[in-house]
């Protein structure tokens, strides 16, 4: 039943998130002589399915290397250590998040 | 301390109307937990706050990977939602903090697809003072059991509502158990022939406590047909198999006629966990069988292999009814691993 005239104010319990200025990096126009970078999330297979996507690219593309890294704890932020390695080695870096 | 309404800086939603128009509207703002709350007005909210005396700003935690801040304003609003008293905040309060820790795993335990919910844990004097449930139906509702059920309740909408946790989105939940709407226990320290959780996680035995563990929903199991600490841990034992190797951490909630065997015999905590430990063994090849782990992880075919890493990652806890001989094993995420359990005393000084 609504009560006629009657106001009053409940409060939100939620948290917004806080505006980001992250700017996407520019993308490469390809991948020839390019170092690509693939951060397995440490789940069975992901390594595979890695380097099957790189494989793709490689029928297309001659890269100058590729980099490796597994951070291990798929429940985890990747360490800082290991994106610190992946800015100074690699032009593009791919990951994937899943199960 | 009496707060003002201008000291809540919470976005205000107008309702006109009255109080089912105001639950209807938290449904459509989708605060809820799929179940009616309790509207959060700026005047429960502020007594909420007045009881803890905590300012709205005050920062609680902040949960580390996505940098959410868990305000006191915050903890209140929810607890209100989930129709908590206003003594219950220092509880959440310790909840909050101990959720954020990064040994915790907050983000990663609440977004997995494993379907986790944090499991509650309580002890100490602030049982009776806040009427937590220690015996029948003790992960069960009931009249008795609003401390339980709220608290374990304004845990979640916390998640919902300040981590935006919500199905799908950034809970990848693929079952869930029903502990996500509330898991909230308290140990039965009266009548356990063992000393406390906490005690044994160096708190002193008046201290009021809060443990918070990442748990799959509870494992019910029994042993009927011989009143002995071995035919108990025997059937405990085979129910832990059904587990994957290496368990850091795995919870074992045990009623009263159980615990009268080990107390009849002169079991100790330590002798329970070894003989468990042992008990739960099986070789590489026999896992591997049974799809649990692949054999590359185990080592040689024959070695035997425990469920538990140790026999210390057995959490023993006193809980449940006085007849029925029935007790609870309850998995930990991600083998107990990925998250640890945190302990945290709880401030009791403002409480009745």
């Known amino acids: 039943m609504v009560v006629a005239g009657a106001k009053f104010n409940i409060l939100n319990p939620t948290v917004e998130a806080i505006p980001d200025n992250t700017v996407l990096a520019k993308r490469p126009d390809d991948l020839n002589g390019k170092t690509v970078g693939l951060l397995s999330n440490g789940k069975r297979n992901a390594d595979t399915l890695l380097d099957a996507v790189v494989s793709l690219i490689q029928d297309t593309y001659e890269l100058k290397g590729v980099v490796r890294l597994n951070k291990g704890d798929p429940s985890r932020p990747v360490p800082k250590h290991m994106l610190d390695e992946l800015l100074e080695k690699c032009d593009v870096v791919i990951t994937a998040t899943g199960d | 301390m009496t707060l003002r309404p201008e000291a809540l800086v919470s976005e205000r939603v107008e309702i006109e109307g009255g109080l089912s128009e105001a639950v209807e509207m938290c449904y459509q703002m989708g605060w809820t937990d799929g179940l009616p709350v309790v509207p959060p007005t700026e005047e429960k909210v502020l007594q909420f706050l007045d009881f803890a005396g905590r300012n709205p700003s005050d920062v609680i935690g902040v949960e580390p990977v996505r940098g959410r801040v868990i305000t006191a304003e915050k903890v209140a609003i929810n607890a209100v939602m989930a129709g908590c008293l206003p003594e219950y905040m220092p509880v959440l309060f310790a909840v909050a903090d101990a959720m954020v820790k990064p040994e915790y795993n907050l983000h990663g335990s609440s977004a997995s697809t494993g379907g986790s919910a944090p499991l509650l844990l309580i002890n100490g004097p602030v049982v009776h003072k806040l009427k937590f449930a220690t015996g029948h139906n003790i992960f069960g509702p009931g009249p008795d059991r609003r401390a339980n059920a709220t608290v374990g309740r304004a845990v979640r909408l916390m998640l919902i509502n300040v981590l935006e946790n919500h199905p799908g989105v950034l809970d990848r939940s693929t079952l869930g158990h029903p502990g996500k709407y509330s898991f909230c226990i308290a140990e039965d320290e009266e009548n356990s022939p063992w000393e406390p959780f906490h005690v044994e996680r160096g708190f002193s035995k008046e201290a009021s406590t809060v443990t918070v563990f990442t748990c799959s ?136």
């Open chain 2, 217 to 352: 929903g509870p494992w019910q199991l029994g042993s009927v047909w011989d009143g002995t600490p071995e035919a108990v841990l025997t059937a405990a034992a085979d129910t832990l198999l059904g587990l994957n190797p290496g368990q850091s951490e795995v919870l074992l909630i045990m009623s009263r006629e159980h615990q009268g065997f080990f107390k009849d015999a002169g079991w100790s905590k330590t002798r329970v966990r070894e003989f468990l430990s042992q008990k739960a063994t099986r070789t590489a090849q026999e896992w591997a069988a049974a799809q649990k782990a692949g054999p590359p992880e185990l080592g040689k075919e024959t070695e035997p292999v425990p469920v538990l890493q140790s026999p210390e990652g057995l959490v023993l806890i006193a809980g449940g009814g006085s007849g029925g001989p029935w007790d609870a094993l309850i998995p930990r995420w991600g083998r107990g691993a990925n998250s640890h359990s945190v302990t945290m005393e709880i401030d009791t000084s403002r409480m009745p």
